[in-house]
């Protein structure tokens, strides 16, 4: 079982919909980041968040961390929102290190 | 502007050669990373350094080998010995007082023909 489960795998909205994203993770983590990947392939980190929500503009992410699960929600899409999505908790590794692991990605198309 | 440099965006190698992917950070971060992205999988980390002269093997080490000389500079040698290596690498780099906040680089494409 993969240490990290998203769903869905791919998305296809149309302007102005909600988008939801799902996250569940089986590590313990400290913190957990949602991150953006466009198709030239470089990397943003949207955000990190240890508990509650937390809002940058149209994008929310909240996390429940006994439930051990994070959605990522998307009001108002946009057709630039169309990117993949990735969930990274970040778990404890050996010698105390911090480890992030990442989930496949939600790839989300978002249609004029 | 602070960032992560990685050169070169695409790269073609022969197989049985080596060759290397630059990572350069401008950020003053002290630690660096080395993640490998293969299609529809999660990133897997290969090597990070968290200081100057040393840097430890992730999860999927074989046939990659790295140097941390400079603070700035974390360059990942593809080595012949890499059975599988084309694939999509990812640099990040971050600030150890910002735990957990990753700045990544735009990537690296390497295919072997």
């Given amino acids: 079982k993969n240490e990290v489960e998203q769903s869905p795998q791919n998305l296809t909205a149309q302007e102005g919909e909600f988008i939801t994203i799902n996250c569940s993770y089986s590590v313990g983590i400290s913190a957990l980041h949602w991150l ?6 470089g990397i943003v980190s949207l955000f990190m968040l240890s508990s509650g929500k937390k809002k940058h503009g149209r994008l929310i992410a909240t996390i429940n961390i006994q439930e051990k699960h994070s959605s990522l929600h998307i ?10 999505y990735i969930c990274a908790p970040l778990s404890w590794g050996q ?7 990442f989930g496949k990605g939600t790839k989300l198309t978002v249609n004029p | 502007d602070g960032g992560i440099t990685q050169s070169p965006k695409y790269l073609f190698r ?7 992917l630059s990572c350069e950070q401008n950020l003053n971060h002290d630690a660096m990373y080395w993640y490998r992205q293969d299609p529809g999988q999660g990133l897997r980390l290969i090597y990070y350094s968290q200081i100057v002269n040393d840097f430890q093997k992730g999860d999927i080490a074989e046939g990659y080998s790295v140097s941390r000389e400079k603070k700035e500079s974390f360059p990942l040698t593809v080595t012949s010995a890499q059975k599988n290596p084309t694939a999509f690498y990812l640099c990040a780099s971050r600030n150890r007082a910002h735990v957990g906040v990753l700045t990544f680089g735009a990537g690296s494409r390497l295919t072997v023909l």
Avoid: F, I
């Avoid at chain 1, 009001?75 to 993949?84: F, G, K």
């Avoid at chain 2, 022969?14 to 290397?20: A, F, L, M, R, S």
């Fill in chain 1, 36 to 41: 953006q990947q466009h198709p030239g392939g």
């Fill in chain 1, 95 to 101: 010698g105390g290190s911090e480890k992030l692991v």
């Fill in chain 2, 14 to 20: 022969k197989e049985g050669q080596n060759v290397t």
């Fill in chain 1, 75 to 84: 009001t108002a899409s946009h057709p630039r929102d169309s990117a993949v």
